[in-house]
T-cell receptor, first 111, second 114 residues
Framework: DAEITQSPRHKITETGRQVTLACHQT?????MFWYRQDLGHGLRLIHY???????NKGEVSDGYSVSRSNTEDLPLTLESAASSQTSVYFC??????????FGPGTRLTVL | AQSVTQLGSHVSVSEGALVLLRCNYS??????LFWYVQYPNQGLQLLLK??????LVKGINGFEAEFKKSETSFHLTKPSAHMSDAAEYFC????????????FGAGTTVTVRA
């Protein structure tokens, strides 16, 4: 069955370190999204991509970057981790306008 | 840009009672509206979606939602709550036809009392 996976599921890092969160989908969807989930804020969009080599900033993109070298993967990089980036991160994919399919999430703690 | 507002961050219901979760969208009619559910330590799962084909939308696990343009609402209901319905619920709205992003509400946590 097609799926979307995220790794690692849990990560603890220190302030200032670079961190990369992986997202891999096997649906062959063109569209991929990264969100962060914080209490009281729901899900907020960080970055998104509508195809290979396409990347776009979401509403909370400062301090994050993504790259899309193939259809299956959209890794999220925190260039210099900050305590404010402690959160749960979700990756999602979609074939177009409509339903997004979510991964299981990565819980990141920045100390 | 489209947005949604969920009224009430926490809802507590008795087992067997009606579940009603409220969602209002911004004034322009969106292409799609969604309700997602998140169980503890899991990702989001689609409950149901509105795509303009019908104003009353039926989803999984006995949930349904009604699109009301006059009230700019898309409230989620279930006639009889079950303990397994305890979760967080998110309303979301799509952008324009060429904009595939979703905007989410802040979420409503449902607890079910025995």
């Amino acid at each position: 069955d097609a799926e979307i996976t995220q790794s690692p599921r849990h990560k603890i890092t220190e302030t200032g370190r670079q961190v990369t969160l992986a997202c891999h989908q096997t649906w062959n969807h063109n569209n991929m999204f990264w969100y962060r989930q914080d209490l009281g804020h729901g899900l907020r969009l960080i970055h998104y991509s509508y195809g290979v080599h396409d990347t776009n900033k979401g509403e909370v993109s400062d301090g994050y970057s993504v790259s899309r070298s193939n259809t299956e993967d959209l890794p999220l990089t925190l260039e210099s981790a900050a305590s404010s980036q402690t959160s749960v991160y979700f990756c999602a994919s979609s074939p177009g306008l409509g339903t997004q399919y979510f991964g299981p999430g990565t819980r990141l703690t920045v100390l | 840009a489209q947005s949604v507002t969920q009224l009430g961050s926490h809802v507590s219901v008795s087992e067997g009672a009606l579940v009603l979760l409220r969602c209002n969208y911004s004034s322009s009619v969106p292409p799609y509206l969604f309700w997602y559910v998140q169980y503890p330590n899991q990702g989001l799962q689609l409950l149901l979606k509105y795509t303009s084909a019908a104003t009353l939308v039926k989803g999984i696990n006995g949930f349904e939602a009604e699109f009301k343009k006059s009230e700019t609402s898309f409230h989620l209901t279930k006639p009889s709550a079950h303990m397994s319905d305890a979760a967080e619920y998110f309303c979301a709205v799509s952008g324009t036809m060429n904009d595939y992003k979703l905007s989410f509400g802040a979420g409503t946590t449902v607890t079910v009392r025995a």
